[in-house]
């Protein structure tokens, strides 16, 4: 009976281990990129700005942009260092435009006409990441794209690389800094 | 003889020093704002990102715009602290706002008719300064429009506070903080 008892435990005791290790791999896995296994960084809201873009995606989405950087990418970006420098990230916040007729009120009397756009919800966050070894493949460049803090399919991952090859000449990173 | 010397060494000497300091005084008239005494804070572009926007000024300018904040507006952003505390200091950095054709051609292919907006050169930076005793008169803030590093006119001036008053229930602040 003893025995009995002790295998019972046993085995509910493995099957706990096993339980939690699959639960803890797959929390990990889904908050990993597809392909790269790119996480959002922690803090990267607080890195400094590269540059802003404006994207009228044609019937899908209309897009104001920025684009941060953390210090090692910031340093390249500054010092014009090409290709970027293992350790270096930069992310692509991008919001939904939205006119704001609070703020055309105000500057209608002085500039009548004008037209304000200001951000209204965030649609993705992007994140690129140098690591020369790791994804040696996609010429050292991990890719990421989240929404609501969960990565996109695979197969949005799919076509990050490619979509980045014609800025071959700038290491595959289409943000310039802005003066 | 030797008096006669020293008397025109000591007339020398204090007309340097008088030079020195109207050529030094007057360099630091032209480098601040109009009315507010503000000076290009340094190390701004370094500053961390509060919101973007764009802004179509009818008949003027297209401008893609960024917000930065030193530590002290970022802390109050983020918190929602209302007034700003003195120190906080708010930069505006204004671009024009271009098409991007190459980017155009890239982004042609997977999402047909899409326009992509690039920043094209600066057009000016502006500050608001917060020090509750001595801009005492405009709610707390300092202003400062700089173009090319250089301030713009008194009259310029005489219209940021006014054209801020619609925005007192956020502290004469119109940017709000991106998520």
New interface residues.
């Given amino acids: 009976m003893k025995r009995i008892i002790f295998l019972l435990l046993g085995v509910a005791t493995l099957a706990g281990i096993f339980s939690y290790m699959a639960r803890a791999s797959g929390q990990s896995d889904e908050d990993a990129s597809p392909i790269y296994g790119v996480k959002i960084p922690a803090g990267y809201?607080?890195?400094?700005?590269i540059?802003?873009?404006?994207?009228?995606?044609?019937?899908?989405s209309d897009q104001?942009?920025?684009q941060?950087g953390n210090d090692i990418a910031?340093k390249a970006f500054k010092e014009g260092t090409l290709p970027f420098p293992d350790g270096a990230i930069i992310a692509a916040?991008h919001?939904t435009?939205v006119p704001?007729e609070?703020?055309n009120?105000?500057?209608d009397g002085?500039?009548?006409?004008?037209?304000?756009?200001?951000?209204g919800?965030?649609v993705n966050v992007q994140f690129m990441v140098k690591d020369s070894k790791k994804y040696a493949a996609t010429a050292g460049w991990g890719f990421a794209d989240f929404k609501d803090g969960k990565p996109g399919s695979e197969a949005l991952h799919q076509?990050c690389f490619p979509?980045h090859a014609?800025a071959k000449d700038h290491d595959y990173v289409?943000t310039h800094y802005?003066?």
Avoid at 45 to 49: P, T
Avoid at 110 to 119: A, D, E, H, R, V
Wanted: hydrophobic residues 50%; charged residues 20%; proline residues 9%.
């Fill in positions: 809201r607080d890195w400094k700005l540059a802003v873009d404006h994207l009228l995606l044609a019937g899908k104001l942009r920025a941060l910031i916040i919001w435009r704001s609070a703020n009120k105000v500057l002085p500039f009548p006409g004008t037209q304000s756009f200001l951000i919800s965030r076509t979509c014609p289409f802005a003066p």
